[in-house]
């Protein structure tokens, strides 16, 4: 085959993509606010909620987020995000639960974040809320799944909402209009290499 | 059961999960430039780089970012993150390979977006680099694969490397040190909601 054959054959498949494409995009044409749910045990979850926080950012949206396994304080996306006046942040946890190791004590936290998470839910000037880690509250039954899911269903319209964690259940997937599950191939975590600055935290 | 018997069988639950995570925390003790590798169907594979790029903006580090396939400088991310003197920000497509429809043209712009990475690469100052949509060149063979791998094998022992992109080739995945498979399980798209700012751009 010559190169003018090569590029000639690659035009007629870019033409015929083209024809699909350009047609799936003539029809998505609808407009309101997504619920994503980045769930799965892979790397990527929370950055994914954090790379769309910047996007918002961006075009000049309000943001707020809530962090509620993290107690941490010195993680690099919250310095970055916390001084730009267009995002609220909230981090809402004890550490993970294996760390307290008291049931009560974490329910009580978990009903605390989940106020400020109610909140925002309910405040349509807020056009991003992501709830990171919400997963694990939900399936230790720390908070209601039924509250929880409720709130969801009733926010603003045009607001989006991006829930993170491991293990998202039946009913949050179903009520999600874009899933990822991010698939755990490799991660440098089991060949020994310490959670660093700017890739984990 | 009781709520005491509850709250205990909880506690060594978790004290068991805690010994486990300490130990596995114990033994990461590395510390070096990863390479990820984010691919995949699904929705967050950018998003996640920019979250990453967020982070390590957080923590004070240098970043190169390289959009090789798009062509739009209207996206939220760029908005974002092109004002942070701490990003060395490239868009540097001539948009999707379908849109132009030729292939040499197609070429020359991916051999000139890669001499842009190429010298983000053997920079010891940049602590992180953003390869977004780097896998399409290499299946559609617009760049030759070895030599991009070369350069990513060959980069600054501290630097951290990102790529995404769907397809990612087995060679790639076998270089990188965290690889995740962004599996889409729902796509709002596919229901006829159109791309929306602060989530898809």
Redo the contacts between chains.
């Keep these: 085959m010559t190169q003018d054959d090569?590029?000639q054959r690659?035009?007629q498949r870019?033409?015929r993509?083209?024809t699909v494409?350009d047609e799936?995009?003539r029809?998505?044409?609808?407009?309101?606010g997504?619920l994503?749910v980045?769930t799965?045990n892979?790397?990527?979850?929370?950055?994914?909620?954090?790379?769309?926080?910047?996007?918002?950012?961006?075009?000049g949206?309000k943001v707020g987020v809530c962090q509620f396994l993290k107690s941490r304080r010195d993680?690099?996306?919250?310095?970055?995000?916390n001084r730009d006046p267009g995002v609220d942040w909230h981090v809402l946890g004890d550490g993970?639960?294996?760390?307290?190791?008291?049931?009560?004590q974490d329910i009580a936290t978990a009903e605390r974040g989940w106020a400020v998470a109610e909140a925002m839910l309910s405040d349509s000037g807020c056009?991003?809320v992501v709830l990171d880690e919400l997963t694990y509250l939900l399936s230790y039954r720390y908070l209601d799944s039924g509250k929880v899911l409720e709130a969801i269903r009733r926010r603003p319209p045009m607001q989006?909402v991006v829930v993170t964690g491991r293990g998202a259940s039946d009913a949050l997937?179903e009520l999600?209009?874009?899933?990822?599950?991010?698939?755990?191939?490799?991660?440098?975590?089991r060949?020994?290499?310490?959670?660093?600055?700017?890739?984990?935290?």
């Design positions: 090569r590029d690659h035009r870019m033409e993509k083209k494409i799936q995009i029809k998505a044409t609808d407009e309101r997504l994503l980045l799965g892979g790397k990527g979850k929370s950055s994914s909620a954090f790379g769309m926080v910047a996007r918002a950012l961006g075009h949206l993680t690099g996306e919250e310095a970055y995000f993970f639960t294996w760390d307290t190791q008291d049931r009560s056009q991003l989006h997937i999600a209009d874009t899933v990822t599950e991010m698939r755990d191939v490799k991660h440098a975590f060949a020994g290499v310490k959670a660093q600055p700017g890739v984990d935290l």
